[in-house]
């Protein structure tokens, strides 16, 4: 047992007098001869009291005394420390993605390593493998005491993107430069990365090495499937071990529900497993992700996207349907069954189920009544896609019953106008040779696929001339006669091949070509956009290091189309998702293409779960004290006859007890604005201004406390560029006209708007060049806050703008308001149009210039020291009202917007 504070073991010295003193007898009676007392002598004696404490309560006592003393010594029982350096070191983490899944257990490790350091009295140095959100380069962080650093390691997280050790190894190498050596704790995340060979040799010119991790750790990930297998199939990629290997994988909704659970075994030895999970169509296309049961982190999660959907698509089917190669189809089946949900049987059954698509090869659109139904189908916004044949030639569909009826030229479920007759190779509309596919317009569906060179059509349904044919054609041949064309119908649309469905008229459907044509046309129907692959895809969300989706960080940059699923993520490129709703794509950590290895170990190879925290039994010794003077305590009550109030007393002491513990958790260097929620105010170099902001924020806080189940607490002071704006839902920033600027505040204030922070930015009366012509009450400010506004903002990601009125959530959050006065009255206030998809809707700026802080002080007195105009008292109400909005607003969103969505929900939910 080691005592860190063994001077407190002189309380001990207290003890013989306690023991003394609770002996202590007072002075013998002295014998006085009274004759009354034989009248008293046949009165009952009350009981005799005690002339010094029994044995067993000054034991009590004393206990109760060595456990305090003791208590405050704080002994200490070190445990699994062994080997551990007794000198100042570097610690080097491993904070990527493959430590996720044994994160807690390093930290663990590491708490005890540091009770160690702090034991012994050293310091430590912490280099971090993997970058930082704000883009900050890899360095060796200087010399803190122990304490201080667990402070800043255990509330980390590991970073969603892979370690950079190249980097790592340049602070490395700095280090040593400096002259500093020492030994290495190393706590790694066993995955070999390239580089480790410089990375090892940079480690070992520091000082010995102390390799700890988690010996045959699972470091497993989900990644794309190696072939086409269907829309969930994945790869689960691993380090081999030596053992055999078993899991799950959950197929998970958006809410978190599961719809699936699939069986995962790895052999010993295996490196991968494909999983093909099967779902029927309507689950499917509910399914967000696939998760790995005890994988961690952002690896064990692989995110889904449009892509991964399967349409429903109806195939109408003939007697002829299902011949091997001759079948209408035959090839449409090989084409879309990877992709797409595939519906067979005659008209009225496919019709009967929501679909997203309907096929028609040729004759099967032979009678009316099913053109008509299908004619009724598009114009609700279905889409038709049709394929030529000799049917169509002779200006007829065959029925499933191979009756035919004649189709007039002006069927609408035909794009555009067909000529007689069919163009042939040899006939009398011939070419000489297979004609070959024209590149693809810019306005087509089909622009950004691959053309084969063998793709040639030797027959075709040749469309009538127009002036407008060009604006019907998707895909020509190489003569300029059109290939596919489309046309609009109500709110859906029918698409024409003008050739076959099978290899007769052109070998077409033999190409990947014909898969490509098909699925665009499914996915566009479905109101998914296909980006070009130059076509830059922004972040939308970022998975985090514990596999949850958050606001890209601010180092996050957009992404060609073309990129996914063969990028490594990186803080460049976070995981997550990209792009707009109609055309969103997924980057997983699985998309890496490089292979997992096992790193190879460095120095003196330890296991971290064996370094476990030293045991303080301070804390029980000093409960246990406590306990046993709450026990004395009531006893000597109870035995005086007060046993209820004895009961109170202990209740009360309990209840103190705990407050003062609860009290005693709150680390001292927490700041006061993670307790409570705050509003703040940014710090000007004008110190009347800074004043007024304080006063103004304090008299909100005040009315809002008073008015609302909100409870705030004093505002803070803060400087964007070195505080941390996260704990303040809200921001006031008086603009003057000498306010500093700077890339760091700018960058700070960006990050607090885009995490859901409210910045109200107030000019404090415009100056009265720019002020508008409606502002008859303006009485002026400092010249020159006008161009401040602008310069200040000049970097800030501020989305489109509209002036405040009372149709926005802003103005009916708590109060109904038409008007937003401040001291002044009359000056347009600024927020984010309604229906911007930043921040799920809510502003993240308010901009106005009617001097709100002004309005809402009160000084220590209690008196509110600046008159509004023109309306006084009245005007002041309407200020704090329009404050308290704020504030709610700032804390709740727009909770009252969204209730317009209930009955689509509802709807929903009930279907």
């Known amino acids: 047992m080691i005592l860190l504070a063994p001077w407190m073991l002189l309380g001990l010295l207290a003890l013989p007098a306690v023991w003394w ?200 990930l989900l990644a794309p499937p190696a072939s086409n297998q269907g829309s969930l199939a994945t790869r689960l990629r691993t380090v081999p071990r030596d053992h055999p290997r078993t899991g799950q994988l959950r197929l998970e909704t958006a809410s978190g529900g ?112 099913s053109r008509k139904k299908v004619a009724a189908w598009v114009r609700a916004g279905g889409t038709l896609i049709r394929f030529a044949g000799p049917l169509l030639i002779q200006g007829a569909d065959a029925t499933n019953g191979g009756d035919e009826t004649p189709q007039p030229q002006t069927d609408p479920l035909l794009p555009v106008p067909l000529m007689d007759g069919a163009r042939v190779l040899g006939g009398a509309m011939s070419w000489s040779r297979p004609e070959h596919l024209a590149p693809f317009p810019a306005t087509s569906p089909f622009h950004d696929l691959d053309i084969p060179a063998d793709v040639t059509v030797s027959r075709q349904v040749l469309a009538q001339p127009s002036t407008d044919l060009d604006s019907h054609s998707w895909a020509r041949l190489d003569d300029g006669t059109p290939l596919v064309t489309h046309a609009a119908l109500g709110a859906g649309q029918v698409v024409l091949f003008h050739v076959t469905s099978t290899a007769e008229w052109s070998n077409l459907p033999l190409s990947g070509l014909f898969v490509g044509m098909l699925q665009h046309l499914i996915d566009q129907a479905s109101g998914i956009e296909t980006p070009a692959g130059t ?57 890496d293409p490089a292979a997992l290895a096992a790193q190879p170990p460095i120095g003196t190879v330890s296991d971290l779960r064996g370094q476990v925290a030293d045991l303080s039994i301070g804390p029980a010794l000093l409960l246990l004290a406590a306990v046993l003077l709450l026990a004395d305590g009531l006893i000597s009550i109870m035995q005086r006859g007060r046993q209820w109030r004895g009961l109170a007393a202990l209740a009360l002491c309990c209840g103190m007890g705990t407050a003062c513990a609860q009290a005693a958790d709150i680390p ?35 009315y809002v406390n008073a008015r609302t189940s909100a409870v705030l607490g004093h505002p803070d002071g803060v400087t964007p560029e070195h505080d941390d704006l996260s704990y303040y839902p809200l921001i006031y920033w008086p603009v003057t006209p000498d306010a500093p600027t700077s890339p760091a505040r700018t960058a700070a204030l960006n990050t607090y708007m885009r995490h859901g922070g409210i910045l109200l930015i107030d000019t404090q009366g415009q100056d009265p ?84 802080a002004h309005a809402w002080a009160v000084d220590e007195a209690g008196n509110t020291p600046y008159a509004p105009v023109p309306d006084g008292a009245e005007q002041r109400v309407t200020a704090y009202r329009f404050g308290v909005n704020a504030v709610i607003y700032a804390l709740t969103g727009n909770y009252k917007a969204d209730q317009v969505h209930v009955p689509a929900l509802l709807k929903r939910l009930g279907e």
């Open 535 to 591: 076509t830059l895809l922004a972040p939308y969300m970022a998975l985090d290091g514990d596999g949850t989706l958050v606001s890209p960080p601010a180092g996050a940059q957009a992404l060609r189309a073309d990129a996914f699923g063969h990028t490594a993520p990186s803080l460049e490129h976070p995981p997550g998702l990209y792009g707009p709703r109609n055309s969103r794509r997924a980057l997983n950590v699985g998309d």
């Open 769 to 852: 060049a720019t002020a508008p012509e409606n502002a008859s009450s303006y009485t002026g400010s400092a010249p020159g806050t006008a161009a401040a506004l602008k310069r200040m903002t000049a970097g800030l990601d501020l989305p489109p703008l509209t002036r405040l009125d009372s149709h926005h959530v802003l103005s009916h959050t708590f109060y109904l308001l038409h008007d937003f006065p401040g001291r002044y009255d009359g000056m347009p206030v600024w927020v984010a149009q309604e229906g911007d998809s930043t921040n799920d809707g809510v502003s993240p700026v308010i901009i106005g210039s009617n001097d709100w």
């Open 258 to 369: 599961t719809l699936g659970l699939l069986p995962v075994n790895l052999p010993a030895g295996a490196d991968h497993a494909d999983l093909a999970p099967d779902l029927p169509a309507e689950l499917r296309n509910k399914v967000d992700h696939l998760a790995l049961d005890g994988m961690a982190g952002p690896a064990g999660l692989r995110l889904l996207d449009e892509r991964e959907r399967q349409r429903p698509v109806g195939l109408i089917a003939t007697g002829s349907s299902d011949t091997p190669l001759m079948g209408s189809l035959f090839y449409l089946r090989r084409a879309l069954q990877p992709t797409a949900e595939l519906r067979e049987g005659d008209l009225d059954t496919l019709l009967a189920r929501p679909l997203s698509v309907i096929i028609a090869p040729d004759g099967t659109l032979g009678s009316p009544e």
């Open 668 to 702: 001292p260097d927490v700041p006061r604005a993670a307790l409570e929620t705050r509003l703040a105010y940014i710090v000007t170099d004008h110190p009347e201004i800074d004043d007024v902001s304080k006063e103004g924020l304090q008299g909100l806080s005040d």
């Open 21 to 220: 003193l609770l002996h202590a007898r007072p002075p013998a009676p002295r014998t006085q001869s009274f004759p009354p007392m034989r009248l008293l002598g046949a009165l009952a004696a009350p009981p005799p009291d005690a002339t010094s404490a029994p044995l067993w309560r000054v034991l009590l006592r004393c206990l109760a005394v060595l456990g305090l003393v003791l208590g405050l010594a704080q002994p200490v029982f070190p445990r699994g420390q062994g080997g551990l350096p007794d000198a100042d070191c570097l610690i080097v983490l491993d904070n990527g993605w493959a430590a996720a899944g044994t994160w807690a257990q390093r930290i663990h490790a590491l708490d005890g390593l540091l009770d160690h350091l702090a034991r012994t009295g050293h310091t430590a140095r912490l280099l971090l493998t993997a970058r930082n959100d704000a883009l900050d380069p890899i360095t060796v962080q200087p010399a803190v005491q122990a304490d201080l650093l667990r402070s800043q390691i255990d509330p980390m997280l590991p970073r969603a993107w892979p370690t950079d050790r190249l980097a790592a190894t340049h602070a490395l190498t700095a280090l040593a430069g400096q002259g500093w050596r020492g030994p290495v704790i190393y706590i790694a995340d066993g995955l070999a990365t390239g580089g480790d060979t410089d990375f090892a040799t940079a480690l070992a010119a520091i000082g010995p090495v102390h390799d700890m991790q988690v010996p045959q750790s699972d470091i497993m």
